[in-house]
Each structure stands twice: as structure tokens, then as C-alpha cells.
């Protein structure tokens, strides 16, 4: 068996370069941008009102000044600046030149044409042209691109992207025993999840996941849904032979010309795990009890979608409070299901009692797995630990 670390790098190393192709911006949304994006316009593109109220001259102030036209989005005041005048001007609409200050409307006291500012504003209240970004000016790439980064594109003029390709993962769960969710299951069958809850985690990690049909456990049916997954980025199998997972779907892999990489790590739970490169693509073999098959998806599977993607791979890992008491570790490297909660500085983190791999009940509530090395010495309630979130809407740290 190799360590987590070694597993890991094994993986990371099956990532190609990440594929680029242009989309228009409607379809960027949390697409990882591949190449700069520039902008083709300065904004704002004038000198700008921050504020409704009126253009005027420092030189002026107090007034009583004229007011001799309007400027508004849109519509801007083209005439000439004169001492003593002032200009009605309203939020975003270009400052007409001559005039260097914009008073606030309420600062003002006006007796039909003519006002005079009664409170100064200590600013300007004038955003200067090119103060948000200037043509020419880039947003670089590997970063996502959320609706922030959508908006300041468009903002650019910028039209379309050139963005990674989403990987296409193709997800194969097999054994006998499993029926898809919706069917009633006959004496000895189960519903099949694995296969959702890794398609879901691919989605996650930026990737477009397909499931193929539940494989039989036999050469000709695991011949199939190899067949079916051919051109695929990676293929991530799940169980699949009732003799002991990933024997007959190392043996078809092998048929296949898989490359393995490893078989086997220092890991609980999700011990027979197997990664290699299968032509243009990668595979991941992943165990068949449920928890271990998340695990290892979020140890393993979502580090490699996210090395395609050109972005950090992780899992990010994290510090938090011990809640309790822990007994030492054996000799694999054991993530704990665990729930986190509020502290001064650190989250607390606690490991649920129970630890069945097959348990999704447990899986479903944790926020965190809780990481004990190979032979971690026995542990107390307040040590620092590491950890890694399950879920974004819990704890930032």
C-alpha cells in the first residue's frame, strides 16, 4: 500500500493540460478562465457624477450660481462651462467639462433658477474616467468566474472567453445486487446512490459527469460500459464484483490497457483504490461501500477534475479544536466524519461515534472529515487538527 500523499500525486500526475475553447460570455458562469480576457473599453468613460445634485466650479462656491442646463445618464449637457453657472446633474451622467466639483442635491438650497451650496461635500463626488478600469487592462487567467467576474467582463465589452473545457467524467457503478433508485429492489438487491453522489462531486468540482447503466458482474458486462466510456476525460468505476472490489474490473481495465498507476492505499476507509491512464484519459477505481466511495472522491476524484481545469487541485486543508477525547490511530491514515462548530478563533471539531463506511445517514450530516495520520497518538479535547469541509455554507475557516 502507498501513503494518501503518494496516492495523491499519482493521480494528479494522470491531468493533462487543460483544453480551451471559446464561449460567449452568457455561457462563462463558473467556467475557469484559460486565457486574459481585455478589456476594449475604459470605464467609466468620462468623468462621471458619483452623486444626484450639481456641477459646479470650486471657484465658485458659495454661489449664488446659475443653473444653465441638465445632464443626465444618457443625455449629457453639451454646452459651455461659464463662471458662476451650475449644471442639474444626476447619478452617472457625464460631468461637463469646465466644471470640477458635484454638490449633493440636498446640500443645496435652490430659488428657481439660482442656488446657492449651503454645506460643502469634503469630495469631489466625481468619479474620474478610467478610475474602475482603463482599455487595455487585463483579468488574468485561472481564477472562476463567478457573476462578479461576469459583470466586470461585460463592463470590458469583452464578448466572449476562452474558458477550460468542463472534463467529462463518466461514472460506472457495478454489482449484481444494485437497481437505480425508483425501482423496487428483489431479495438480495440494494438501491445504487454511489454512482449520483460521485456524479454530483464531479458537478461540484467543475466537470460534466454521465452515468452509464449499472454493470453486471461479469467480463462481457464491464466490456460494455468500458466501450460506452470510450473519449471520456476520466472514468471513475465503483465496486463492481462480488469476489472483492475492483478484481474484475482491474482484470477488464487491464484488457483495456489501463497504465495502473497504484492499487491499494494507506487510507480508511477506501482502502482498494486504483488510479492509471487508460488511453487519452484517466481512470479511478473507487471502493464500493458508499462512504468510502465519497471519500475517496473528495481525497482523490475532485483533485484531478480540478488539476484539469488548470486551478489549485487541494483538498484544502484546514485547522480547527478537538471536541473530544481521541484514542490513537493504526497504521492508515483515517478520515473521521465529523460536525464543526463556533469558537472564539477555531472552529471545534467532532468525530461522530459512529464510523461504518456504509453509513450515508452519518455522511449526510457531517460538515467535515476530521484527518488522524497513520499512527497519530492518542489526542485531547482543545488539540489542533486538520480537517477538510464537506460543505461551503458552514464555518469559513
Known sequence: MISVEQALAHVLALAPAPHPETVALEHAHARVLLEPAVAAVTQPPFDASAMDGYALRRADLPGPLDVIGTSAAGHPWTGEARPGTAIRIFTGAPVPAGYDHVE???????DGDRITVQTRSTGSNIRARGNDFAAGDRMEPGRILGAAQIGLLAAMNVAQVTVARAPQVVILAGGDELVPPGTTPAPGQIISSNDLALAALAREAGAVPRILPIARDTPDSLRDSFRAAEGADLLVT??????????????????????????????????PLMAGQMGAG??????????SAMVCGVLFMQPLIRAMLGLEPGPLIRTALLGRDLPAEGPRQHYLRASLAGADDLP???????????????????DALLIRPPEDPARKAGDRVSYIALRSDVLPH
Do not use: C, W
Not at 238 to 259: C, T, Y
Not at 348 to 366: E, G, H, N
Open 348 to 366: 471545534q471539531i467532532t468525530p461522530y461515534d459512529d464510523q461504518d463506511s456504509a453509513r450515508l445517514t452519518v455522511m449526510s450530516d457531517a
Open 238 to 271: 465503483i465496486g463492481g464484483a462480488s469476489v472483492g472490489d475492483h478484481d474484475l474490473v482491474a482484470k477488464i481495465a487491464a484488457e483495456q490497457g489501463i497504465v495502473r498507476s497504484f492499487y491499494k492505499v494507506a487510507l480508511r476507509p477506501g482502502k
Open 282 to 291: 484517466a481512470m479511478l477505481g473507487l471502493p464500493g461501500n458508499p462512504v
Open 104 to 110: 449633493l442635491q440636498e446640500n443645496i438650497l435652490r
